[in-house]
C-alpha cells in the first residue's frame, strides 16, 4: 500500500492497530457478520487497547492522543472490518466526544471513564424516523416538570444503542418554540434502562452487520434537569460541529475499506489464474487494481488534510466535507471493483470483498448524505441553496 507519511508516534500505533485487526478482528468477524452478533470479545480487547480512550485526556481515562489518532486507528481496522470499525467512531466520535466537549465536570467525571476505557459505550440520537439530513426538523420534545426533563419521540438508527455495554443515549429534543414556530433545540442525556425509553428490536441491515443499530422510542422518560448536555438551546450548533469532526472519521472508515479492497485484489490477483496466468498479469486486472490504490491514496491525503487543519485550530468544515464526500465514494467504487477481480468468488459472502461490497454504500448516507456534502461545499463556495 502507499504508505502515508506519520510521525513515529502516529504509525506506532497504526502498526499496532493494523497488527490487532489482523489477528485478533480477521479470525472472527467472518462469523459474527454472517450470525448478526456484536462482537464482545473483540470490542473489550479494544478497549483493552486504549482505542476508545485514544483522543480523550488521561484524567478522564483517556490515552492522551488526539483525533487524528482516531481516525488511524479507525482506518486500520476498517481495512479488515467495517462493523468494528464504526462501533469505535460512534463509540468515541458520537458517544464520548459530546460528553468531553460539552459535559459538565460532573457528567465528565460520571461518564467519561467507562466510556474512554471502552466498558460503556455511548450513543448519539440525532436521526428520527421523520429525517435525518433535515436534523432542525426534529420532532422529539422534552418539556422541563420540576426538576426533571420529560422526554417524547422517537429516534431512528441509532448506532450502538442496544448493546450490553449501553450506558447512556444522547438525545437532542425540541425544549420550547418561540411564538414565530423557530424551535429551540437542547441535547439530553438519556442513560439507559430509564423508564420509558424503549430499545427497538436491531434492524435487520445491507451490511454492518456486526454492528448495533436500533430505533429508540421515549415514552414519557423522565431525566433530571442537570442532564442537559451543554447550554439549552445550542443542541442544533453542537451536534453540527460533532458531525464536522465526525466526517473525518467517517472518511478514515472509508479509506480504511478502500484500502482493504486493494490488499484483497493484490493478493487474489497473484494466486487467482486464467487463460494460463494469474489474473494480475492481465492488464485488464493490474489497472483496475492500479486504479482502485490511487484514488484510496487520494482520498487518504484529504482526510489528513482535513485531520491537520482540525489539530491546528483552522476551519476544516470544507475540507472534512470534501473528504467525506470523495472517501466515501471511492470506496463504494473499490469494493464493486474489488467484487468484480474477484469473480464469482467475490459474490459469496465468505469472502472479505463481499463483506466490503455491502458495507460500503451506508458511507455515502451516514454522518451526512453525499448530497448533503455536496451542499455543504457548494455553499462554502457561494453557490447552491
Ligand atoms: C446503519 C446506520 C447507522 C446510523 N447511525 C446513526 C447514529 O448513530 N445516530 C444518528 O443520529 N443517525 C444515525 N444514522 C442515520 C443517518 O445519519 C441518516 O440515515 C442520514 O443522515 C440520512 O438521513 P435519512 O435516512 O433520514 O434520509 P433523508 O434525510 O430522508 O434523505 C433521503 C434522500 O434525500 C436526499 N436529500 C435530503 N435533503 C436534500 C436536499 N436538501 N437536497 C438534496 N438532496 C436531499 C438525501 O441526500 C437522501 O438521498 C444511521 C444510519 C444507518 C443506516
Known amino acids: 500500500m502507499s504508505r502515508a507519511r506519520l510521525s513515529e508516534e502516529y504509525e506506532a500505533l497504526r502498526a499496532t492497530v493494523e497488527a490487532f485487526a489482523h489477528d485478533v478482528v480477521a479470525p472472527v468477524i467472518g462469523e459474527h457478520y454472517e450470525n448478526r452478533t456484536f462482537p464482545y470479545e473483540v470490542v ?18 483517556g490515552q492522551g492522543g488526539d483525533y487524528f489518532a482516531l481516525c488511524l486507528a479507525i482506518e486500520e481496522l476498517a481495512r479488515v472490518d467495517s462493523s468494528v470499525a464504526i462501533t469505535l467512531e460512534a463509540a468515541v466520535s458520537l458517544g464520548a466526544m459530546p460528553i468531553y466537549l460539552y459535559g459538565t465536570e460532573e457528567q465528565r467525571r460520571r461518564w467519561l471513564p467507562r466510556l474512554t476505557s471502552g466498558t460503556m459505550l455511548g450513543a448519539f440520537g440525532l436521526t428520527e424516523p421523520g429525517g435525518g439530513s433535515d436534523a ?36 437532542t429534543a425540541v425544549t420550547s418554540t418561540t411564538a414565530q414556530g423557530r424551535k429551540e433545540i437542547s441535547s439530553i442525556i438519556v442513560p439507559s434502562g430509564t423508564p420509558g425509553l424503549t430499545v427497538e428490536p436491531a434492524y435487520s441491515k445491507v451490511g454492518w452487520n456486526a454492528s448495533d443499530t436500533h430505533g429508540l422510542s421515549f415514552d414519557d422518560v423522565r431525566v433530571p434537569a442537570a442532564n442537559l448536555l451543554g447550554e439549552r438551546g445550542r443542541g442544533y450548533a453542537q451536534f453540527l460541529r460533532i458531525l464536522d469532526e465526525g466526517r473525518i472519521a467517517i472518511s478514515a472508515l472509508a479509506v480504511g475499506l478502500a484500502q482493504g479492497c486493494v490488499d484483497e485484489c493484490v493478493r487474489y490477483a497473484g ?9 494480475g ?11 482502485m490504490e490511487t484514488r484510496t491514496h487520494v482520498a487518504r491525503t484529504a482526510y489528513h488534510d482535513a485531520g491537520a487543519r482540525m489539530l491546528a485550530g483552522e476551519p476544516f468544515k470544507h475540507e472534512a466535507a470534501m473528504a467525506k464526500l470523495y472517501s466515501s465514494e471511492i470506496a463504494v467504487t473499490n469494493a464493486r471493483e474489488a467484487t468484480q477481480v474477484f469473480g464469482g468468488y467475490g459474490y459469496m459472502n465468505e469472502y472479505p470483498v463481499a463483506r466490503f461490497w455491502r458495507d460500503s454504500k451506508i458511507l455515502e448516507i451516514g454522518e451526512g448524505t453525499s448530497e448533503v456534502q455536496r451542499m455543504l461545499i457548494a455553499r462554502h463556495l457561494g453557490v447552491g441553496s
Open 136 to 171: 432542525g426538523a426534529t420532532r422529539t420534545t422534552a418539556v422541563l416538570d420540576g426538576d426533571e426533563w420529560v422526554i417524547n419521540g422517537s429516534k431512528a438508527f441509532i448506532t450502538n444503542s442496544g448493546t450490553a455495554l449501553t450506558g447512556l443515549v444522547t438525545v
Open 281 to 291: 498479469e492481465h492488464q485488464a486486472i493490474a489497472f483496475t487494481i492500479a486504479d
Open 44 to 61: 473489550a480487547q479494544m478497549g483493552d487497547l486504549g482505542l476508545f480512550g485514544l483522543p480523550f485526556p488521561e484524567e478522564y481515562g
Open 271 to 279: 494466486e487467482r489464474e486464467a487463460f494460463g496466468r494469474p489474473i
